[in-house]
């Protein structure tokens, strides 16, 4: 099987904006169209990422164009029509037993429900990576080591550098 790293929203992101870890998530989406591991990263992180693209094309400063957010929502659309068991990207749809067992995270961790629910995704989908760049939860996500799944803080200079050896990029 392949290696699979899941994209958090936060993640998702780094693809289309540039910022601090946006170079790995570059790699790591390189090496996912060239069929040496697969990302996988919940349906919920399509609203995700629809409503920060919005509030980035409102930012005062150094906005989105209409012409970027387009190209950008429609690379979301894209995958969400290919996605599938083998996609490079595979959007995991959200259902009854995801949603019940991340419950379960937000008492345990102390997280909000949709981070619960993207890491019980990641985790049920034996993705041996979790992407992340949200320092108010990786600290919280790192120390509860969870089972087979290294949490990546993207905004983490060896972090990202462990990624790239493991994931052999």
Sequence with gaps: MKKRVYFDTSAVIKEFVPEVGSDLV???SNAARAGKLQIITSAWSINE???VIDRLARKPRH???KAEQQQII???VERVRDTGEHAAFRIAPIDHVIVASSRL?????????DDA?????GWIYDCGHFFIHDNKIVHRLKAASIED???IDLGNEQDRALARAELSL
Excluded: F
């Design 74 to 76: 429609a690379t979301i």
């Design 49 to 51: 990422a629809v409503a």
């Design 63 to 65: 906005p989105l164009s």
């Design 117 to 121: 629910l993207h890491v019980y995704t």
């Design 26 to 28: 570059d790699d790591v």
């Design 105 to 113: 995270l937000i008492d345990g961790l102390h997280v909000s429900a």
């Design 149 to 151: 799944m290294k949490v």
